[in-house]
């Protein structure tokens, strides 16, 4: 059984300098205008939208806008930012020294660049399992959590044992699909960077999609992506990774999002040892692959909406 591991990042940027700052206030920053943040050489893109409780969606700012409606930015005002694999402007690095604190120490830093304070924070696959990490060790600085499509177990047999058994339970018909699409491999090998990163994804679609054919280059228009970061990604940083290896203690709403056809990241990963967060919300979308945000949007909006009136503007008050 094969499966591709994309879309799931969040950054990996080096060592910061101990000076101490104070943190600025929030950048008022004209919605869809580009601005950027420099970490460590590389420029970090990111972009304003809507209005109402602050939220950080750690990934892309060019991908993910393109998945959230616009009723869901009368509600929260989305600061949509680059990870370095998907900056324009990307200096290498030592990949060896990248592990998961260094991710958690670059979402901070992200964090106190816009001037956030107690934000919702948002990640999708592998970054919602970032977010869930930064809010580990930061539950703090964050009003909530909101984790959609993410693996709460990576990279180890466990993974790979759930994945299988998922995907065993798929319809004739995805599967013949998914077979085809596997055939079209020379039609890849000519394709680096972001072309070929589409492309991969698309042609697991099956595993992805509640709609098997469905194509998805146009969430990839505009994007770059450097894949030599994304691998060391998932074949080290999140080899053997486990979110419940140690009681995890995060005294916020946590919700988590995730979709029945996703294949890739299968809603089987959460299990009860969720049970150590206090305040924890799971949803499972009946139409929805690996992006529940996009696939059932109204759906969407309307659950995401109620649990903030309930868990996070009514404990403001």
Same mark, same amino acid.
């Given at each position: 059984?094969?499966?591709?591991?994309?879309?799931?990042?969040?950054?990996?940027?080096?060592?910061?300098?101990?000076?101490?700052?104070?943190?600025?206030?929030?950048?008022?920053?004209?919605?869809?205008?580009?601005? *950027?943040?420099?970490?460590?050489?590389?420029?970090?893109?990111?972009?304003?939208?809507?209005?109402?409780?602050?939220?950080?969606?750690?990934?892309?700012?060019?991908?993910?806008?393109?998945?959230?409606?616009?009723?869901?930015?009368?509600?929260?005002?989305?600061?949509?930012?680059?990870?370095?694999?998907?900056?324009?402007?990307?200096?290498?690095?030592?990949?060896?020294?990248?592990?998961?604190?260094?991710?958690?120490?670059?979402?901070?830093?992200?964090?106190?660049?816009?001037?956030? *304070?107690?934000?919702?924070?948002?990640?999708?696959?592998?970054?919602?399992?970032?977010?869930?990490?930064?809010?580990?060790?930061?539950?703090?600085?964050?009003?909530?959590?909101? !984790?959609?499509?993410?693996?709460?177990?990576?990279?180890?047999?466990?993974?790979?044992?759930?994945?299988?058994?998922?995907?065993?339970?798929?319809?004739?018909?995805?599967?013949?699909?998914?077979?085809?699409?596997?055939?079209?491999?020379?039609?890849?090998?000519?394709?680096?960077?972001?072309?070929?990163?589409?492309?991969?994804?698309?042609?697991?679609?099956?595993?992805?999609?509640?709609?098997?054919?469905?194509?998805?280059?146009?969430?990839?228009?505009?994007?770059?992506?450097?894949?030599? !970061?994304?691998?060391?990604?998932?074949?080290?940083?999140?080899?053997?990774?486990?979110?419940?290896?140690?009681?995890?203690?995060?005294?916020?709403?946590?919700?988590?999002?995730?979709? %029945?056809?996703?294949?890739?990241?299968?809603?089987?990963?959460?299990?009860?040892?969720?049970?150590? %967060?206090?305040?924890?919300?799971?949803?499972?979308?009946?139409?929805?692959?690996?992006?529940?945000?996009?696939?059932?949007?109204?759906?969407?909006?309307?659950?995401?909406?109620?649990?903030?009136?309930?868990?996070?503007?009514?404990?403001?008050?």
């Amino acid at each position: 059984m094969r499966f591709i591991y994309l879309l799931t990042a969040a950054s990996i940027l080096c060592f910061y300098s101990c000076t101490q700052r104070s943190e600025p206030s929030e950048k008022s920053i004209a919605a869809d205008t580009p601005e *950027h943040i420099t970490v460590d050489g590389s420029e970090l893109k990111y972009v304003v939208e809507g209005d109402g409780i602050p939220c950080l969606v750690i990934g892309s700012s060019v991908y993910y806008p393109k998945t959230f409606s616009a009723n869901i930015r009368q509600h929260l005002k989305m600061y949509f930012v680059d990870m370095k694999w998907f900056a324009e402007v990307y200096t290498p690095e030592n990949l060896d020294s990248v592990t998961i604190q260094t991710i958690v120490e670059d979402v901070e830093e992200i964090r106190k660049e816009l001037g956030l *304070h107690n934000p919702l924070v948002m990640g999708h696959s592998i970054h919602g399992t970032i977010a869930m990490e930064y809010a580990k060790q930061y539950a703090d600085k964050v009003a909530g959590v909101v !984790v959609i499509g993410s693996p709460a177990k990576f990279g180890n047999e466990e993974y790979t044992q759930k994945a299988e058994a998922l995907w065993a339970t798929a319809s004739e018909e995805r599967r013949a699909i998914q077979e085809e699409n596997w055939g079209k491999i020379k039609e890849i090998d000519r394709l680096t960077g972001k072309d070929a990163t589409a492309a991969e994804y698309n042609r697991a679609s099956p595993q992805y999609w509640y709609d098997p054919k469905y194509d998805a280059n146009w969430l990839w228009d505009g994007m770059t992506v450097h894949t030599e !970061v994304t691998d060391n990604l998932f074949s080290r940083v999140f080899s053997e990774y486990d979110m419940f290896r140690e009681p995890v203690n995060i005294q916020k709403p946590v919700l988590v999002v995730m979709g %029945i056809y996703d294949y890739v990241i299968p809603y089987t990963l959460w299990d009860t040892e969720y049970e150590s %967060i206090d305040d924890y919300t799971f949803v499972l979308f009946e139409k929805s692959g690996h992006t529940p945000q996009l696939e059932e949007q109204e759906h969407f909006d309307r659950m995401l909406i109620n649990w903030l009136n309930e868990k996070i503007i009514t404990e403001a008050n």
